[in-house]
């Protein structure tokens, strides 16, 4: 089965950066990959997208020049850099894999993809 394991979170003062990783395995095809995430009383919602190749991006708009997303297909890797983290940022990160050729719809539309790592805590203090 695709598992999926996220790192790299932990508690950070406000300004300060963290990278999240996330690993895959059980794959047999690059995905499609994204990061999501939920603060305490919010729904999940998207963060940030890559495409197959590395060629597209998408981020939130929140997120939007702080954030980057990349990946290494080589070793399955997926990652996020957080820049000026805020405390708004504080949430459970996921990682999330779409298979499929072409995604086929939007990228932060959660029931879209197949798979989901259990996530990583981004805890930002003021």
């Known amino acids: 089965q695709v598992q999926l394991v996220e790192s790299g979170g932990g508690l950070v003062q406000a300004g300060g950066s963290l990278r999240l990783s996330c690993s895959a395995s059980?794959?047999?095809?690059?995905?499609?990959m994204a990061w999501f995430r939920r603060a305490p009383g919010k729904e999940r919602e998207g963060v940030s997208y890559i495409s197959k190749s590395g060629r597209t991006t998408y981020y939130a708009d929140s997120v939007l020049g702080r954030f980057i997303i990349s990946r290494d297909n080589a070793d399955n890797t997926l990652y996020l850099h957080m820049a000026s983290l805020q405390p708004e940022d504080t949430a459970m990160y996921y990682c999330?894999?779409?298979?499929?050729?072409?995604?086929?719809?939007?990228?932060?539309?959660?029931?879209?993809?197949?798979?989901w790592g259990q996530g990583t805590q981004v805890t930002v203090s003021s």
């Open positions: 059980g794959l047999t095809g690059v995905p499609h």
């Open positions: 999330a894999v779409k298979i499929a050729t072409e995604f086929g719809g939007i990228w932060t539309t959660v029931s879209l993809y197949d798979a």
